[in-house]
Structure formats: C-alpha cells, structure tokens
C-alpha cells in the first residue's frame, strides 16, 4: 500500500476509522467509519457527550490503542499497520499525552517529571525551558504533592510539549480544574501550541473552550457529526465558564 | 449468596496466584512444624511401647565368669524386679555372599522359657530346639541382607572352632533396635547381626557351665538405677565384672536416644523458625494486599456497610487463604511425617509403627498462621475501616517525597530519572523497603538454615576418614594380646603398614561428672589412626597425661593441665589421676586417648595390644580376608571403606532426607515471598507504570524500573540473610550435637550461593511475571481513573 499523498499542510489523516470493543458475546461500536485530517499547528476543540467516541479516537491516534478497521496516518507512518514497538516509539517522538488527572510521577520533581520525557527523546527542549514555556521556572524542584491542581495540569503540559512532539493530545486537562485555574492551563495549551507549533487536539465537554480552537469537532454515536471552523479564535483569557 | 460473599469468591479467584503463594508460604511453615514434631512424636511412642511390650532392661553388665547362684543376689537387690542372665559373646561369621568376613554377637536363649527381659519378636520361623547345639535365630535385618531363611546355614567361629550354624528362624529385639556391630560407627546389617542360641550350646562352646557372663536387669517402676548399678559391680567384682550401665549407655538406646534427640532439636528450632518466617511474611503480604483495596473499602462505606462488616468481610478474605494453606500444611505434613517415619522405622528395626498424631501441635501450628493472618489484615483494614467514606475512596494522601539525602547530593546527568524513581520509593517507604529486605533475607535465611547441614557432614567425613583415621581396616583381637600379635598382624597378606592399638572400658570423672568410654591407646606418632588438634594438624602424643575430644572435654568441665580420675572397668579396677595433656578434634563419639606406653604402665598388664590398624594393599583384599578369617584370635575386622559408605547412607538416611524435606519447604517459603513482593509493588505502581508507557517509554524500560526496585531488594537482602542464616545453622548445630557425635558448623560459600542463587531464581521467575503484567497493562483504563 502506498501512502496517501498528505498536502503540505497535513500531518494526520484518518479514513473509515472503526473501534470495536467485544465483552463477553456484546459488540459496542465506540468508533464508526471517522474520517478526520489535522494540519500542522491547527489547534482542534472535539466536543461530543460521553461515549461519543471521542476519547476511544483520541487514544487510537495517539498510538495508546489499536483500530479494529480503517487507517490511521502520521506523516508518512501508517499507525493502524505499526506494531507494539512501532507504537512506543511513535508516541516517544512523536506525541505529547495531557490526562485530566495530571499522571504525574509523585516521587519525582516538577523539573524530574519533565527529564524523564527528556532523557528518552531525540532533540528536546530542556526541563527548564519546558517549564518556563508553562510559568513554572519559580516551582521547578517541588514534588507533585507539594503543587497544586493547575500547577501539576501545567508541569504535565511542560512534560508533553518538551520533547517538540508534532501532535499535543489533551483528554479533558481542566477537568478536574475550576475555571479560574482551567483558563490558565488553556493559556499554557495556546501559548505551546503557537511556539512549538505541535497540532493540538483537546477533548471536553466544556463546550465554552472551543472558541479558542481554529477548528472545533462535535462526535456523537461514534462517527463525527458536524465540524465548524472559527472565523476567528478567541484567546483563552477572554473565555469563562 | 450474600453480595459481599460473591464479592469475597471472585476476588480470590482474581488474586488466585497470590492468594496461592501465601497459602504456600502458610502451608510450607505448618507442615514443617508438623512433620517434625510428628516423626520424633511417632518414634518416641514407639520405642517406648516396643520396649514396654518386650520387656527391655534398664540395667546391663557383662563380665568374665559368674557362677549361675550370683543370680539370685542381683535378684535381691532392692529395686530390682527380675534380673536375666545370658552368655552373650562376639564372633566372626564366615558367610558365602561375602569376601570379608561378618562379626555376630552370639546370644543364649534360656532353655525352655522365653527370655523373661528383652523378648524377641519372631518375624520367620521358629526358635531352636533348647538341645540343639548347632541353631539359631538370626536378627531379621542380618537374615535380609544375607537372604538367610529358616534352614540356611553360616559358618560360625565359635571360641576358637568353625562351626555350622543352622538358622531356624528371624526374629527382632529391643536390645538391637539400633544393631551396632563392633567398631562401627554406623550399623551395617551386612557386616552385623545377631544369632539368638540355645544356653546349652553356648555354656559348652565357651565352658560356662553353670554360669553366665551377661546380666540384663529390670527395676521396679520409677528405681534411679545408680545404686543397683552399684551393688551389682560389687556383687560381681570377684567375676570380671566390666561395669554395670543404664539404657543411657546400652548401645542401641543410646544411639537411639541420640537420633531422637536430633529429630526433636530438629523440630523443636527449624520449623518454629519456618513458622514464624512464613507468619511474618503472610502478615507483611496481607496487609499490603489489603491496603490495596481501599478504595473498595471506601465505597462498601459510602454504600452504608460498617466498619465492623467491612473489616469482617477483609478478615474473611484473609482467612479463606490462611485456611487453605492451613489444610494443605496439614496434609503435606503428615503425610511427610509418615513418610519420614516409616524411612526410620525401616532403618532402626521396629516389629511395629505407632504413628503419634498430636494435636497440640497442628493446633499451634494452625493458631499461629491464623494469627498471624489475622494481624495482617486487622493492620491494614483498621487503618481505612474507621475512615469516613469519601476520604476511604480518595486515594490516600500523596506521599511527600524528600530528595535523597535533602538534595545535598545533585545527581542530575548522574542518575536517569528512572531510577530516581526507584531510590525515592525505597526511601521513602523504610517500613516497607525494609521489610521487604527482611522478607527476602529470611528466604535466604531458611534456606542457609538448612542446606548448611550438607557441608558439615562432608567436613565431619572429610575430618574423621581422611585425616584422622586413615587406616584402610582395623582388626579387633577376642582379647589384649602381647605384641607378638601386632607382629603377627603385620605379617599378614597385602598389610602395607600396622599400628597396633589397645582399649579399655574406663570411667571417666570430673568432679561429679561422670562418662563410660572406651580408652584408646595408640603409637605417639601414628601414621594411620591420627589425633588432630584444633587447626585438624596431626599432633603427638606426649608420654604422659591424656588427650580428650574438645566435647569431652566440655562435658567434663576440663582444661588442659587439669587432671581428671580414670577408673578402670577391668583388671585391678583402680582408680588412677591423670592430667589433661591435649585437647583434639573428634567429631564422632566422646574419646579419650593416651599414648600406648603410658597406658599399658597405667593398666599395669604388660605390653599388650587389643587390635591392630592396617593399611593394605587394595590388590590384596581377598587374601587378607581368608587368612582372618583363618585367624582363631581376630574378634572382628572393621573396614574403613564400608564404614565410610554406611556412615554416609545412614546419614543419607536420617539427617539428609529431613533437611532435604526441609530444603523444598524453604525453597518454597523463598519463592511465595519474592514473588508476592514482586505482585504487590506492581500493584502499588500500576499507575505510575501506565503514565511511563503513555510518555513513550517500552515494556522493557518500565518493567525495568520495578524489576529494578526488586533487584534492589534482592541484592540488599542477600548479606543479611546469609548473616540470619547463619545464625539459625549455629542454633542447629546445638541441636545436632549428641555425646555420639558433633556436627561441626561449617557454612561453606556454596551455601551461600546456593541460598542466593534459589533466590534469585525465584525473582527472576516473579520478573517474568512482572513483565508480563506489565506487557498487559491497560494504560488508558488507568489512566481514566483516578488517583
């Protein structure tokens, strides 16, 4: 097979993209024939109720899970085709995860958090300036436990972007934020998103943030069903909820 | 069923491999316990019905020549209930499966009565006509191993004649339990039996008419028997008499006696150490596992059950798997103790088994797990239980790391973050890190504890074949003969050297400690029967004084320069002070020697010889054979490579088999610790896993990072454990120490690898498991959750 000929603008593009997950003698179709492109630098809001399918898309692109139809490109790296290995690494070089409950290691420092991702990849930025990007510099040597909720939300934005991933792929990061503290880590998002020019992609069911997107994607049912592009993006300052 | 019994089942089929290491671990600390305890219980029981059964003596003697009406003195001593008198002699045997030949100790049967002491238990046949002169019954181990059957003959050298004798039957004694011939160390049923003979044939083989030269005596319930012992040495002091002993010195009891005690020291240090270990471990395991379940606990709270169910419903779960390792302990261990039991019966000859089931002992073996179990859970449930709900199913709070030594050190560059993680968590957690390593350093420890054992026997062989008594046979004389004998030893075909030797029955005393030995005579600078000092160098022996084995020493509360009181068995019977001139190495038996010349003064009886040690020419064998044989004054010939090979089987039969069994329940205990500690830390750190494996980095790096926690652990734990270990082979050895013989402590460095190395397997197997885990995780479903 031969790879789609991406445009000089994309980095992702998906066809037919199918997820079934069998319990037992049940079938639920979490994702249903998605067809999805992303260009370089586009920051993407995906909305959708639960189990729209949103996350399961989410966590197959980002090479935490594996498609049961359809293709997944990156690039010129066909992820539906890579192996365990193949996924590893493609997440390695590739692509920076945010979790709505941070995931940080406890027992290591917001500067150590961020070396671990580091010491793995090929041309990272270092802790320092991976923290400075999230105004962090001041809170660089205390522990997870010793930060509060934004702070961490921001160390685990500094521990994604550091290594200059090509896709920055955020589940629900102000989940667990009120909104005070949820704007600050979106202003971290924009501000990454436009630096290290890493396409963004952000799900939640906040549906205030997605007029800070370019482009905002509404799932339901497992399949995409409808998609907008803002006229004009809204800085996260100027939002609320 | 109740929901939360559903609940209770499939978290045990959940958790199964865990659940079933720590039953293991349980199961392997009861069954040693009971195994132990069961085979000693079940010999002691018995011996002592065996003895009850057959009437065995508690008072022996034998002497030259006693006219048959001494009887009824012996019978009048208060204290004495019935008294039996035999003629009880040793003799070579000429057998034809055999080059070399036997030694039988000749034994007379009253006339037409039973033996009203030492029945014997007939196995085959029947007993000889009491006219017969030429039958005999033959012990039942001697008839096996020479397929001797009623009708079969041996020839037999009878005072001085070669005679056919006829076995009419088999037949098993109290008396030859243990059935030691001459000079051996270990018995030999090939080389030793005994033939149970008409009175009447023997009185006229050995011309005592009238008369005996073997008493066996039996007291009234609850008679000490120092004094009878006492009275009957004077009473036969005009006959020869050797000295009358209790059971405490009778060959077979006290052998007995000594194989019993070390199954009981046995049982009474390793498996309480089992025991313990493996309830600390179930404790440690337990209440890490239940510390797992706390947001479980948290949410049967909010759900509106109590602490006192919550606790109860943990409690359970504790207790199903304490109760299966309970039952499988129990089982494995009597059947075990059976097992062992019956080995030792077969080697000790016992007519019957009674097996001893006590149960006290399964009651404390099962009341400890259970306790031990219980601790365990009740530490972890009770630090959620009583938590209000909502903070129960919050995770608990984030524990505070610190750096390593508060930052002092910057190993930044040094040191990948990675393992930064690990040395945080084993920092950071020193209850549990520590133990973690005490866990894992007490496998080490049972498994040093026991496999040590191996070694020292090979040392006490090593020490007592090859260095000290290096003869390749050793001939016993019927009576001290002058030294032409010796000459005529040397003399003898394939004889590449001989030392001669001389023995004497002697008390031995120190203040009010007393012992009954044999005497050893021997050349000052014996080549082939070698004293050994200390540092196992040959030494010496000076011209005067006497030389004592370290143990005996001991006993006696003695120091070199000290002087201890020989009292002479035979002969004059005086009482002669001697200084202790050396202390030796002696591994087997109490002894005491001297140097030939100085003793054959001390006796006052000339220059005489008892027997003779050889060295021969291995070409020469048979030769040597026929012409002892040939030889009307050699009691007995005993060789030192049949010695050897029995001192080995036996061994090989009774302490090795044990320590073996107890080898696998340590290997065992090992395994179901390291490989729950491996289980739980991943539990502990599924999460932190999964965040790694989102950030990119691969199985191996990951399940890198607890393997090497593990590792760490592992290592750490290995010194402290052989340390451990070797603290419970010094509380053995204590145990393993009779006045027969001493097993010197000897913990060699394969011991220690091996420990290490049965270890390290386990945790090399539980790293498998590990990666496996980890190759399973489900990183999304952990990552969705939270904390």
Request: net charge neutral.
């Amino acid at each position: 097979m031969t790879a789609p000929r991406p445009s000089a603008q994309t980095v992702f593009r998906v066809t037919g993209l199918g997820k079934v997950y069998r319990t037992g003698d049940v079938e639920v179709h979490a994702l249903r024939g998605v067809d999805f492109t992303a260009s370089r630098g586009e920051f993407i809001v995906i909305l959708g109720p639960s189990g729209s399918g949103k996350s399961t898309f989410l966590n197959i692109i980002g090479g935490l899970d594996r498609a049961s139809a359809g293709e997944a490109w990156f690039e010129d790296h066909e992820l539906t085709r890579l192996d365990e290995a193949g996924l590893t690494r493609y997440r390695r070089d590739h692509v920076g995860f945010i979790f709505q409950f941070y995931n940080l290691v406890p027992s290591l420092t917001a500067r150590e958090n961020v070396q671990l991702v580091t010491e793995i990849s090929r041309q990272p930025m270092t802790p320092q300036e991976a923290l400075a990007l999230v105004d962090l510099e001041d809170r660089m040597d205390h522990f997870p436990a010793q930060l509060s909720g934004g702070e961490q939300q921001r160390v685990a934005i500094a521990r994604a972007i550091a290594k200059r991933p090509d896709m920055l792929l955020c589940d629900e990061p102000t989940g667990a934020l009120d909104s005070k503290t949820g704007i600050r880590v979106l202003e971290a998002l924009t501000r990454v998103n436009a630096e290290i020019g890493a396409t963004t992609l952000v799900i939640t069911h906040n549906a205030a943030i997605q007029e800070i997107a370019d482009r905002v994607v509404r799932f339901a049912n497992g399949a995409i069903a409808s998609e907008h592009r803002n006229a004009r993006r809204k800085p996260a300052s100027a939002i609320s909820w | 069923m109740r929901a939360l019994h559903i609940k209770l089942r499939r978290d045990i089929i959940r958790l199964w491999p865990q659940a079933l290491a720590i039953a293991m671990v349980m199961a392997a600390g009861v069954a040693t316990l009971i195994l132990g305890a069961g085979a000693h219980d079940s010999l002691a029981t018995t011996r002592a019905r065996y003895y009850e059964t057959n009437r065995f003596a508690d008072v022996f003697t034998t002497a030259t020549r006693v006219p048959e009406a001494v009887a009824t003195e012996i019978a009048a001593i208060g204290g004495v209930a019935s008294v039996d008198t035999r003629i009880q002699k040793i003799a070579l045997a000429d057998i034809a499966d055999m080059a070399e030949p036997a030694s039988v100790t000749l034994v007379s049967l009253p006339g037409y009565r039973e033996p009203t002491l030492n029945r014997l238990v007939m196995r085959s046949g029947q007993a000889p006509d009491p006219e017969a002169d030429d039958e005999a019954i033959a012990s039942e181990g001697f008839a096996r191993a020479h397929q001797l059957t009623a009708g079969s003959t041996i020839r037999v050298l009878i005072n001085g004649r070669l005679r056919a004798v006829r076995i009419t039957g088999t037949a098993l004694s109290p008396e030859y339990i243990y059935a030691l011939g001459p000079g051996d160390l270990m018995p030999d049923d090939r080389r030793f039996g005994v033939l149970w003979m008409p009175q009447r044939a023997l009185a006229a083989a050995y011309d005592l008419d009238g008369a005996f030269n073997s008493v066996a005596v039996k007291l009234t319930q609850g008679m000490p028997p120092a004094g009878v012992i006492d009275r009957i040495d004077t009473l036969l002091a005009d006959y020869g008499g050797l000295g009358a002993y209790s059971r405490k010195d009778q060959i077979s009891h006290a052998f007995l006696d000594a194989e019993l005690q070390q199954l009981k020291s046995m049982s009474r240090i390793l498996p309480p150490i089992f025991l313990l270990v493996a309830a600390f471990l179930v404790n440690m395991t337990l209440s890490r596992l239940v510390a797992l379940e706390r947001e479980q606990i948290g949410l049967l709270k909010a759900m509106g059950y109590g602490p006192w169910a919550v606790a109860r419903h943990y409690l359970e779960f504790v207790l199903l798997i304490a109760a299966a390792g309970i039952i499988i302990g129990f089982v494995a261990g009597a059947w075990l103790g059976t097992g062992i039991t019956t080995l030792y019966a077969k080697f000790f000859s016992f007519p019957f088994l009674v097996f001893s089931r006590n149960p006290a002992v399964y009651a404390i073996a099962g009341g400890v797990t259970v306790v031990a179990a219980l601790a365990g859970a009740i530490r972890a449930v009770a630090a959620v239980a009583w938590l209000p709900p909502a903070a129960a199913m919050a995770p608990p709070a984030p524990p505070r790391y610190r750096k390593i030594l508060r930052g002092h050190i910057d190993l930044t560059g040094l040191v990948r973050q990675s393992s930064v993680i690990s040395m945080r968590h084993l920092s950071h957690f020193p209850l549990r890190t520590a133990s973690g390593i005490l866990g894992m350093a007490l496998a080490v420890a049972v498994l040093v504890g026991s496999l040590w054992s191996f070694g020292s026997i090979d040392h006490m062989i090593d020490v007592t074949f090859h260095r000290s008594d290096r003869q390749d046979a050793t001939i016993t004389f019927t009576a001290a003969k002058s030294e032409a004998a010796w000459y005529a030893a040397s003399r003898l075909p394939g004889v590449l050297r001989s030392e001669p030797f001389r023995v004497a029955g002697v008390k031995i005393r120190h203040g009010h400690v007393e012992r009954r030995l044999s005497l050893n005579g021997r050349l000052a600078d014996a080549e082939l029967s070698r004293v050994l000092d200390g540092d196992l160098r040959p030494v010496s022996l000076p011209e005067t004084g006497i030389v004592l084995s370290q143990q005996l020493a001991e006993i006696l509360g003695v120091n070199r320069g000290d002087d201890v009181e020989i009292e002479l068995l035979e002969g004059d019977r005086r009482v002669i002070t001697q200084p202790v001139s050396a202390i030796i190495t002696g591994y087997i038996g109490l002894s005491a020697i001297m140097e030939l010349d100085a003793m054959n003064r001390m006796l006052g009886e000339g220059d005489r010889v008892s027997g003779v040690h050889l060295a021969v020419d291995s070409a020469a064998w048979n030769q040597l054979f026929a012409a002892v044989k040939a030889t009307p004054t050699a009691s007995f010939i005993t060789l030192q490579h049949v010695a050897l090979k029995r001192f080995r089987e036996t061994l090989a039969e009774n302490i090795l088999i044990m320590v073996t069994v107890y080898v696998v329940l340590a290997g065992i205990i090992a395994f179901g610790v390291v490989y729950n500690l491996a289980r739980i830390s991943l539990s502990e750190q599924a999460r932190e896993m999964a965040s790694l494996r989102v950030l990119g980095f691969t199985r191996g790096e990951v399940s890198g990072l607890l393997i090497g926690e593990l590792l760490a652990i592992v290592l750490i734990a290995q010194p402290l454990g052989w340390l451990i270990g070797y603290g419970f082979a010094a509380a053995m050895v204590e145990g393993f120490t009779t006045e027969l013989y001493r097993v010197p402590l000897v913990v060699n460095r394969d011991v220690y690898a091996k420990a290490s190395l049965l270890v390290l397997a386990a945790a090399a197997f539980s790293a498998m498991v590990v990666r496996r885990r980890v190759d399973r995780l489900d990183m999304v479903q952990v990552l969705k959750t939270r904390e």
